[in-house]
């Protein structure tokens, strides 16, 4: 490939952009059809093209992160009394870019999502560049038919949420530990009652992201499904994230519950880097299909993984308040000798509260979340505030201080590493178009 083939993209994608941003004409403005041109609609994205039989919207998620965690201890001991050096990051990186193109094409009715993914902190690991995407038929407001590539609705950050969460692009600990992730499936949600809403998949692994399909094992019975209500106001703010931002004059109230199982081996998971990876840990963090996990001569091949999540929260004039909590079995282990256990058991929870000291300008807000398991009971507590410099959602800066306690998770993507005990400090500069 020539040096200059992979900027013609990018470069159609800043005209386009910059053509939409450009003043209408006179013409245009007085709604001549033949002056249409490519135009900024929030919560769509820039639209490019607009027919009766087909339309197309250009998002862009990306953001430029400072990461420091000198405040880490330098090794850590899991509760096998096995040491590990951290690997400490204190850079600048231009953290993540993604590009999605949506819309329909023949009939509103039939969506299509396409997009490219990438996680540049991960270069040249499994899966750090994703093209992806679904297709699907709005039958109904009831029910809505989606196939490809889409995350396994396991806890609320899986539901559809990103990217209106509090910590930016990152999730709490707790999350990170019991959620499952992306993976190629089928799916149907929908609005059965008025505030009641459902999201069922049935997928291929918990994480398809980085595994090939000869590393699947033939069972296909990765099932999530989530069912949450709105009693209050019937809805929760953009997309049911987190935080206030709309500045609900009525208190809103959601309410959900949430449940996965699968079949996992461990062929079928990505890599300890691969990009957001769901590698089932234990509590202290470690990977259960690694070599002689527990130190018995014994490795896990296969398990049942079944995991139940329940979660509520409250919006009211800027201040948000949300809890959720998490539950875990792993079980039907196949091995390559004898083990100590049947089962594993794990629970967790977190809370998120945040305020609006300035109506959609600024915010401040605070996390904390636990996990009880039998290899540990690790925590992470998380302060910071947003800064919205236009007071849109569009451009947003966070800094945020997080102190770990023996991190169970952890990746180049995220800003807490697997053993992590002590603070990290990282400050962001987000566009969500």
Do not use: C
Not at 60 to 68: G, T
Not at 128 to 152: E, S
Not at 311 to 318: I, M, S
Not at 399 to 406: K, V
């Amino acid at each position: 490939m020539k040096m200059g083939s992979w900027r013609r993209p990018f470069a159609l994608a800043a005209a386009l952009l910059l053509g939409a941003m450009a003043p209408l004409s006179a013409q245009e403005q007085d709604g001549d059809d033949d002056g249409w041109r490519p135009h900024y609609e929030p919560g769509k994205g820039v639209v490019l093209v607009e027919t009766e039989d087909f339309g197309l919207n250009w998002t862009v998620f990306s953001y430029v992160r400072y990461l420091n965690q000198q405040g880490l201890d330098d090794e850590y001991t899991d509760s096998f009394g096995r040491t590990f050096t951290i690997d400490k990051r204190n850079d600048v990186q231009l953290q993540k870019v993604n590009l999605s193109f949506k819309g329909f094409m023949f009939d509103p009715k039939f969506r299509y999502l396409f997009y490219v993914w990438t996680a540049n902190t991960s270069q040249g690991d499994p899966a750090q560049v994703v093209v992806a995407g679904n297709i699907g038929y709005r039958f109904a407001k009831a029910f809505n038919l989606y196939g490809g590539i889409g995350a396994l609705p396991t806890t609320r950050s899986t539901n559809n949420t990103f990217p209106n969460w509090l910590k930016n692009d990152h999730r709490g600990i707790a999350d990170e530990y019991f959620r499952g992730s992306y993976t190629t499936g089928i799916w149907a949600n929908g609005e059965v009652l008025p505030g009641l809403h459902y999201n069922a998949m049935l997928g291929n692994n918990l994480s398809q992201l980085g595994v090939n399909a000869a590393q699947l094992d033939d069972k296909f019975d990765t099932f999530s499904g989530a069912l949450w209500w709105m009693p209050t106001t019937g809805e929760y703010g953009a997309a049911s994230g987190f935080g206030d931002y709309e500045g609900h004059e009525d208190p809103a109230t959601l309410f959900g519950v949430h449940y996965t199982r699968s079949t996992e081996n461990a062929q079928g998971q990505p890599g300890t880097e691969g990009f957001e990876n769901s590698q089932i840990r234990l509590s202290d963090g470690t990977r259960i299909f690694s070599d002689d996990p527990f130190l018995v001569g014994a490795n896990v091949s296969d398990l049942d993984y079944q995991m139940f999540a329940v979660n509520g929260g409250v919006k009211y004039r800027g201040f948000s308040f949300d809890v959720e909590a998490y539950f875990r079995k792993l079980n039907n282990f196949v091995t390559t000798g004898p083990i100590p256990f049947d089962e594993i058991t794990d629970n967790g929870f977190q809370v998120q509260s945040s305020y609006m000291i300035l109506p959609r300008q600024l915010q401040v807000f605070g996390q904390y979340s636990k996990i009880y398991g039998d290899n540990g009971d690790p925590y992470d507590i998380t302060t910071g505030v947003w800064w919205y410099p236009f007071a849109r959602r569009e451009l947003r800066v966070n800094a945020q201080a997080l102190y770990l306690n023996d991190s169970p998770v952890g990746y180049s993507s995220v800003p807490f590493a697997v053993g992590g005990n002590g603070w990290v400090f990282n400050l962001d500069v987000m566009v969500a178009l």
